[in-house]
């Protein structure tokens, strides 16, 4: 049980690491809104020519 | 019905019946219902971002009228802007802007990838919940005037904000107790961790050094969560005790300091218990109902916003002849501004050159524009429709009419929910009779058996803590709060959702409510081989310059593309004017008959028109030549498509609905009878409304008063739920308990219904609550809880009673629409 000397103080410093993290993240506006980054995900990334997105929906 | 086949493409309201309008979108023509959604549904899809109309999942706003890219043209001036915005690193600007108009994540997507297509921008934030926009650009690439232009053609009107203290500080406010409650949460679990082992630690022979090493690891982890996790309570109940007052903050505060003071003093002496585990989860779970209830109240908080983007940040004054552009705030009494037709006051004032027009419906509900001669006041946040004025300012700031309401609603939003109060005396009487038993088993205990003293009296406290019963009403409040925010609902006092459970009667005030509150175009009938859009075209081109609000039913379409000159008003009449040479008339039918009087073709059916419709009791305008009648046109304030279903919803919930209007009798019976309301009473004033409502509160019943104008202030006020419109007067909205912001009459029946939930809820958990502490707390006071079993019980308590709550933002999700190509609107009208 003598490792729990060492891996108590390793998790420890886990912890601290997680809630420094999870301090960046606040301070920086991760938790500001939870809402719309879900949305972010449906973007095309390549700049579609103009209408060429809305084109896609007239096939269906 | 009077709506034509296709509701408009863009905001999918019903398109005037005979008015053919098309976008051009993708290679198809579209039909939308006016020329400023034409402009904005091919501005979005030639930008590329048809996807917007996907993704939406409600209609966008309508736009009205087409873009009007010079109201703009001050913040292109960058001494202007240099002042109204914030400095960022490398010599960039940064603004917060309102959108209105911004009702979706799809909203937000679309004005995002509007923004940062443009050259210079550098970063875009869209915050949906919040409607605004924090923008990042070089001024030396971009202007900010052309951002704003951006938005304003993708459909979301922008207001930009300056400073902005109180959100800011919100948001630190969020973030802060985020962090504490994080630390709480870390620490709680690691040291529940530790705690597993000592539990057993006796019994299963645990190494001692081992177990010192242990509670001295946990004490280690405890000392943030007690102090940095703690300090809020610590300040709350250092505000309280010296004011003199006991607040719940008192005996928590007692709580963890004891308990967390003799853990420490046996873990760092090696002797009795540690209490860490208790401690910790105490602090955690205090700490997440705080953060709840916390959301809740910002989330409120924006509808002073909302009143505030009223007024205008930039305003012309003239100063020694020279006219200039300046901040709203530099404005000062006695100062001369000029407000251009289109423009919105900046202050308060006189009226010292023009003769104006102005709407101030979003002061008084009032949709006739107030004639405004010189002397005349008029009032920041008003609108001025027809000609330039000079105004005098005579208020400024603080002073004027529109933020007196802001203040008014400010003061409204800070006192707390009645019904949490109720819960939180409830909470501090339980705690005034908990310290005292606590001391009397302390006190009891010392006689019988002192080292057993302070473990009891520990878990007395610990295991009666009267959390889950403080916790009981303010978390199922602030998750019904916030599953209606998502559905556009917004409530502006939360015990409004106790009275709403129990309503038995609905009140609607006709206009606006039950119907749009906006004339329109309904119908054309054309006779001779006139087509109803050039009839259209004819009728808005005189209307033009006109400001009679009906003259708004046909110019709403758009500019018309044939100009009209020479046109009289005839007073009470109509109007009369030439258009390429043409003489026309419109308005009543003997006026528009008279130019004609001399040649008798006007035929048969055209007579037979006329005395039908004006038995129909609707409204009809003519359009007529010398030669006879050319067209007819039904104007009405239509119907929401979706009135009908919610009056059945309601009805079903038990809820019978009944009209009171200041209208005449045919009109609310018409209405009436299509959305199938049996009561209505018509020609009401407004102290007859009240007395209505009076007769059926005496008789027993609870009221919830729909309304949206100034005439309806009364109505509200005296209802027992109050609920406005989105777009309804800024008076009615400080007046009312829930505001539809997406004016969708369908969220009514599904507000009462979760209202109903909440309360049932709220319930169930009291009664856990005081089950609960009334089990425990006999148990404890005899010394069979041990102090980690009674923070068990209490943090399953609350846990049992959060979880419960969060049963009420489940369950209904908003509706999703279908919105491409049709919209299921146009078979509900």
Not at chain 2, 349 to 368: I, P, Q, Y
Not at chain 2, 792 to 820: D, E, H, K, T
Request: hydrophobic share 45%; proline share 5%.
């Amino acid at each position: 049980m003598e490792i729990l000397y060492i891996m108590i103080p390793l998790g420890l410093v886990l912890v601290a690491f997680g809630l420094w993290a999870f301090f960046w993240a606040t301070g920086s506006g991760q938790f500001d809104d939870l809402d719309s980054p879900g949305w972010t995900v449906l973007e095309d990334d390549k700049a579609p020519p103009p209408d060429d997105a809305s084109r896609k929906d007239d096939s269906r | 019905m009077s709506a034509g086949e296709h509701p408009c493409f863009h905001c999918g309201e019903p398109i005037p019946r005979g008015l053919v309008i098309h976008a051009r979108i993708a290679g198809r023509d579209e039909p939308v219902c006016c020329h400023g959604c034409k402009a904005v549904a091919e501005f979005i899809s030639g930008a590329g971002l048809g996807d917007y109309y996907k993704y939406r999942d409600t209609s966008s706003t309508r736009a009205d009228e087409p873009p009007r890219p010079d109201r703009w043209a001050a913040y292109d001036r960058p001494e202007l802007v240099e002042r109204l915005t914030r400095a960022e690193p490398n010599g960039a600007r940064s603004i917060t802007v309102l959108l209105e108009g911004l009702r979706c994540a799809a909203c937000g997507w679309l004005a995002d990838k509007a923004l940062s297509q443009q050259s210079g921008v550098l970063d875009v934030s869209v915050n949906p919940a919040t409607a605004r926009a924090r923008l990042v650009w070089e001024p030396s690439k971009v202007r900010l005037g052309d951002l704003l232009r951006v938005l304003e053609h993708v459909g979301l009107r922008p207001h930009p904000l300056a400073g902005e203290p109180s959100e800011q500080m919100a948001l630190l406010e969020r973030r802060d107790a985020l962090k504490r409650l994080a630390v709480a949460g870390f620490g709680n679990m690691q040291v529940m961790m530790f705690a597993v082992p000592l539990y057993f630690a006796a019994s299963q022979g645990m190494d001692p050094t081992m177990r010192e090493y242990m509670r001295l690891v946990s004490m280690l982890v405890s000392i943030p969560v007690a102090l940095y996790s703690g300090w809020p309570f610590y300040r709350g109940a250092w505000v309280a005790l010296r004011s003199r007052s006991i607040s719940m903050d008192v005996p928590v505060s007692l709580g963890i300091i004891l308990a967390f003071l003799a853990s420490v003093w046996n873990a760092l002496t090696g002797t009795g218990e540690v209490y860490f585990d208790s401690v910790t989860m105490f602090v955690f779970f205090l700490g997440l109902g705080r953060y709840i209830e916390m959301i809740a109240r910002h989330r409120a908080g924006s509808v002073a916003d909302a009143l505030a983007r009223l007024a205008p940040m930039t305003a012309r004054r003239v100063r020694g002849g020279v006219t200039e552009d300046v901040q709203a705030m530099e404005i000062a009494v006695g100062d001369e501004l000029v407000v251009r037709a289109g423009e919105v006051f900046a202050a308060d004032g006189v009226v010292l050159e023009g003769e104006g027009r102005v709407d101030e419906s979003m002061l008084t509900g009032e949709s006739n524009a107030m004639a405004k001669p010189p002397g005349a006041l008029v009032h920041q946040g008003t609108h001025n429709l027809a000609t330039p004025l000079r105004v005098r300012v005579t208020a400024v700031a603080g002073n004027t009419v529109l933020s007196g309401i802001v203040a008014l609603l400010e003061r409204a939003q800070a006192e707390r929910p009645r019904l949490a109060k109720a819960a939180d005396r409830a909470a501090a009487w339980f705690l005034g009779r908990i310290l005292i038993g606590a001391a009397i088993v302390f006190a009891v205990w010392w006689y019988v058996d002192p080292s057993q003293a302070l473990s009891a009296t520990l878990a007395v406290l610990v295991v009666t803590c009267p959390c889950a019963l403080s916790l009981a009403t303010p978390t199922a409040l602030a998750a019904a709060t916030a599953a209606l925010a998502r559905r556009g609902v917004l409530v502006a006092h939360t015990d409004a959702i106790e009275s709403l459970s129990k309503a038995t009667h609905v009140l609607w005030d006709k206009t606006g409510t039950l119907t749009r509150g906006l004339v329109r175009v309904e119908d054309v009938r054309t006779h001779g081989d006139v087509t109803s859009q050039q009839a259209l075209e004819w009728a808005a081109s005189l209307e033009q310059l006109s400001e009679h609000p009906i003259a708004r039913a046909f110019t709403v379409t758009g500019a018309p593309t044939v100009r009209a000159t020479t046109v009289e008003v005839h007073a009470g009449r109509g109007l009369e004017g030439r258009i390429d040479g043409h003489l026309l008339r419109i308005g009543t039918r003997t006026f528009t008959d008279a130019l004609h009087a001399g040649a008798q073709h006007a035929s048969g059916h055209a007579g037979h028109d006329a005395a039908a419709d004006a038995a129909s009791g609707e409204s009809w305008v003519y359009l007529g030549d010398e030669t006879g009648l050319l067209a007819a046109f039904r104007l009405a304030d239509p119907l929401r498509p979706e009135a009908g279903q919610c009056v059945a919803g309601l009805a079903a919930l038990g809820l019978p609905s009944e009209i009171v209007s200041g209208d005449e009798a045919g009109a609310v019976a018409r209405i009436a009878e299509r959305c199938g309301i049996e009561r209505q009473s018509a020609r009401l004033r407004p102290q007859d409304k009240l007395e209505r409502l009076k007769a059926l509160q005496g008789a027993g019943a609870v009221v919830v008063a729909v309304g949206d104008g100034i005439n309806d202030a009364p109505l509200l006020r005296g209802a027992d739920v109050a609920v406005a419109m989105g777009r309804g007067s800024a008076l009615a909205q400080t007046s009312a308990d829930l505001i539809l912001v997406r004016e969708s009459l369908d969220d009514l029946p599904h507000t009462v219904e979760l209202a109903r939930r909440t309360q049932r809820i709220i319930r169930q958990n009291l009664g856990w609550a005081i089950a609960y502490n009334l089990a425990a707390l006999p148990l404890a006071a005899l010394g069979f809880v041990p102090p980690w079993l009674a923070a068990i019980g209490m943090s399953l308590s609350s846990v049992v009673v959060v979880l419960n709550a969060m049963r009420l933002s489940r369950g209904s999700p908003p509706q999703r629409r279908p919105v491409w190509p049709a919209n299921p609107r146009a078979e509900a009208a």
